[in-house]
Structures are given as structure tokens and as C-alpha cells.
């Protein structure tokens, strides 16, 4: 009995920690995912406005 409860607690203090890790999202591509052929790329590409988007999101 006592293993099942040790057991049951690390499950939920696992799982907790689990929750507050933060996520992480991979944009991969080329000059397309980077904004090819569109202006101001620096600040209109694919990886940066999807940051935007989720951040705004998550409020």
C-alpha cells in the first residue's frame, strides 16, 4: 500500500512539473519560412509571427 501511494506521488509530482515546462516549437523551411520575396522580412517572417500568434494566445 505504501508503495502505490510513494508511486502515486511521484506520478503527480512528476506530472506537475511536466505542466509547467515550457514548450517548444520548431519552424523549419527555407527562404519560404524566412519570408522570401516579402518586405521587411526581419519583422514578416513565418518564425517570428507564429511566436506572436502563440504568445498572444497564451495570455
Known sequence: MKKNLLAL???LISF???CQ???KIA???NSITWGMGTA???HN???RNC???W???MR
Open 27 to 29: 519552424c523549419v523551411g
Open 55 to 57: 504568445e498572444i494566445n
Open 16 to 18: 506537475s512539473a511536466l
Open 21 to 23: 515546462s515550457k514548450i
Open 40 to 42: 521587411d522580412r526581419e
Open 9 to 11: 506521488a511521484f506520478l
Open 51 to 53: 511566436k506572436i500568434c
Open 45 to 47: 517572417n513565418y518564425p
